[in-house]
């Protein structure tokens, strides 16, 4: 597996985007090519989460605002409610993979309409045998 790309400095960042943690809004405080200051940074992307481009790389705007706010990029960020489009800082957590996977919605081709496994199924059969067994 290949290195992903350092990201970028938050000092840097910081310098380019400004956050409203009020509304989620994220807004270019330069100009950039084809937007001008002020004017929102990003964009929705298919899966609802929005992403800005920032030196040639692609950045999820919850975790551009978390770094914003907290001075680290996170290694993990839960959308409270669900809403991938929902970045106000009340909305936003650090969690770990664990809780972020268990906020999933279920899969639209779950035909039992189980819940989405939280991983405590194998605590209490964990060698995957039938039950009586």
């Known amino acids: 597996m290949t290195a992903s790309p350092p990201k970028i400095d938050i000092n840097k960042l910081r310098q380019m985007i400004s956050y409203d943690p009020e509304t989620g809004f994220l807004k270019w405080i330069v100009p950039r090519r084809g937007h001008s200051a002020g004017s929102p940074a990003g964009y929705s992307h298919r899966t609802g989460y929005t992403f800005l481009e920032i030196e040639n790389r692609h950045y999820a705007g919850h975790r551009v605002a978390w770094a914003v706010v907290h001075g680290k990029w996170p290694r993990y960020i839960d959308h409270i409610n669900g809403n991938r489009s929902d970045n106000r800082l009340a909305n936003l957590r650090e969690a770990t993979w664990q ?10 081709n779950n035909h039992a309409g189980m819940e989405q496994d939280d991983g405590r199924s194998r605590d209490r059969n964990p060698r995957g045998y039938g039950f009586g067994t």
Not at 99 to 108: E, G, L, S
């Open 99 to 108: 809780q972020n996977q268990a906020n999933r919605p279920t899969f639209k």
